[in-house]
C-alpha cells in the first residue's frame, strides 16, 4: 500500500473506529475495569512503519529489560521490518507480531490473526511508539491490555486518535524521539499529570555495533569485487541519493552527481545504493560520472544485513534522512545525512560517527508528528537545496581524512 492510501485508510477508517471504541471504553469504565497486574508480566510494542524508528527505539528495549527483568517481550510491527529488529536481537523471534502492508487484503488477514494472538496472550501493557497513528491506537485497545501507553496530543493541535489511552504520554516535538520512547516507559506507573513528568535520561546508549563474523565480510566483499572488479582497489564512498517513501526529504540529484564527479577527481570509488525501485537514480549518477569506478549498487542488496557488510566495506556514507543513515549506526561507517524537512534533533541517528547538515529554515521542519508528515511545500525543498555540493565535499574530505588517520594509528 502507498503511503497516501494508507493516510487516507488511517483518516476516513481510523477516525470512526477511534470514537467508537472510545464510547466503548467510556462504558466499560462505567461498569467498571479490573485493577492490571502490578509489575506487568507481559508487555507489548507495537512500532509498525519505519525500520529506521527500530534502530532509535533500542534504548527502550534494553530500558524494558532492565525494569521490567521477568516480563515477556513481544513487537508487532509490518513484516517488511522484520529483518532490522532481528539484526538488533532484542526480542526472540517467537515474540514478534509481524503484518503484511504491502496489500490491503494481506493487511486486513494478518490483522485479525494478529488481534487474535493479542488477545490469547494477554498482555498486561501496550505501548504504542507510533507518533499519533490510529491504526496502532486500535491494535493496542483490541488487544485487551488495561495499560494502554501512547502519545497524545493532550492541549495541543494533534491528531484524534481517540480517548482510550489510559495512560497518555505528552508529545514533544522538542525532545529527541529516543528519549520519548523512554518517557513512554516511566509513563506506565507514573502518578503525575501529564504523566512521566522528568528531567530526561542522561544514559541514552548508543546502538550496537553488530559484530558480524569476518569470513562474512570478507566473503561479501569478495562478491562485490567481483561483481565490479574497478573498485577492488580504492577506498569506497556509498551515497543514498532516493528519498524513499517521501521524496520530498532528498538532496537534489545534480547535487549528487557534483559530489560523486568531485570524489571520484580525488581518488575515491563511489557506489550508489538503494533499493531496485531506485535504479534510475543510480543509473543517472553513473551515466554523469563515466568512470568505471562509480558503480550502481541500488537493488544489488538483497537484504539489510547485507547492506550491513558492504558499509564495512565502505569509508563514508553520505545519505538522505531515512533507513541507510540509522542502520549505518550499526556499524563503524561515517556517515553525513541531509536534513530540513525532518530535524535532526528529534530524528538523528544516536551513533557518534555522524554528521547532520540542517537548513533551519522558517518553514522548517515541515514533516512533523501534527501533520501526518504531509508537508505543506510545494515540491521545492530549499532546506535542502540550499546545502550546497561544495559544503558537503568539505566535509566529506574532512570525514574520509579521519578515517584514513585512524587506520593508520590502528
Known sequence: MNIKFQRAVDRFVGVPICALLSLVEHLRNILGVTAPPSPPQRILVILLSEMGSLVLAHPMFVRLKQQYPDASLHVMLFGKNREVLDLLGVIPEANVLAINDRSLTGFVMDSLGAIRRMRALKFDVVIDCELFSRVSSIFSYLSGAPILVGFHRHTQEGLYRGSFINRPVLYNPYRHLS???????????????????????????????????????????????????AIKDKRLVLVYPSGGILPIRAWPLENYCQLCASLLGDGYAVGVIGLKEDKPLGQAIVAHCRSPHCVDLTGYTKSVRQLLTIFHRASLLVTNDGGPGQFAALTTIPSIVFFGPETPLLYSSLSRNIYCFYSALSCSPCLTAYNHRTSPCDGDNQCLKLITPEQVLAKAREMLDAVAMSRKVA
Not at 189 to 217: F, Q
Open 179 to 229: 528519549q520519548q520512547f523512554l518517557t513512554m516507559i516511566a509513563a506506565i506507573a507514573s502518578g503525575t499529570v501529564p504523566l512521566a513528568k522528568g528531567l530526561p535520561a542522561a544514559d541514552v546508549i548508543d546502538p550496537p555495533v553488530l559484530a558480524l563474523p569476518e569470513d562474512e565480510l570478507q566473503r561479501v566483499a569478495a562478491q562485490l569485487h567481483a561483481d565490479f572488479p
